[in-house]
């Protein structure tokens, strides 16, 4: 028992053993520790984005309406436009409004974003078939006749879809 590798291990060994104990119960301190600033963090993020995600969503809401193409036909028509000048008026507003809220893309979801294209995409086709149908006539109530006609035989208007993807994705949140 006097061999000197025997009492260098007897001496180490217990050292060795408490030193990996106590590395292995630091680690995993350290790791909860950090752990819980992760959650703390992306908790703090979630308190701060929510009111921006509605407010996207609040946006895209308004928009969805505001090229919804009853409202729309109501709100840009002018009694004495021609039929060529409204239809480009038309266009031209529902682009600046998909322009105005282009940024909104951040906060919401792929799949409401793909909406809010498609509804400002298929209500400028509405439009533009509702000019090809009317030709160059000198009347803009023409036109709008001719665009309610169309939006009557559908059984849902682009904006309406694109308002139930966000009504949709809104409830996941809460």
Same mark, same amino acid.
């Given at each position: ?7 260098? !291990? ?61 409202? !729309? ?55 533009? !078939? ?45």
């Amino acid at each position: 028992m006097n061999d000197p590798v025997i009492l260098v !291990l007897v001496a180490v060994l217990p050292s060795i053993v408490v030193f990996l104990t106590a590395f292995f119960l630091l680690k995993q301190v350290l790791a909860g520790q950090a752990g819980q600033r992760s959650m703390d963090v992306r908790k703090e993020d979630h308190k701060h984005l929510l009111p921006l995600r509605l407010q996207a969503y609040e946006r895209l809401t308004l928009f969805s309406e505001r090229i919804n193409p009853g409202a !729309l036909v109501l709100r840009v028509h002018k009694g004495s436009m021609g039929s060529r000048t409204f239809h480009g008026t038309l266009v031209a507003t529902i682009r600046e409004e998909y322009e105005h809220n282009v940024t909104q893309q951040v906060y919401v979801g792929d799949k409401v974003w793909s909406k809010v294209k498609q509804a400002k995409e298929e209500t400028i086709r509405l439009v533009n !078939l509702s000019y090809e149908q009317t030709g160059d006539t000198p009347s803009g109530t023409e036109l709008s006749r001719r665009i309610f006609e169309n939006v009557s035989k559908l059984s849902h208007t682009p904006s309406q879809e694109c308002l139930v993807a966000i009504k949709e994705e809104v409830r996941r949140l809460f």
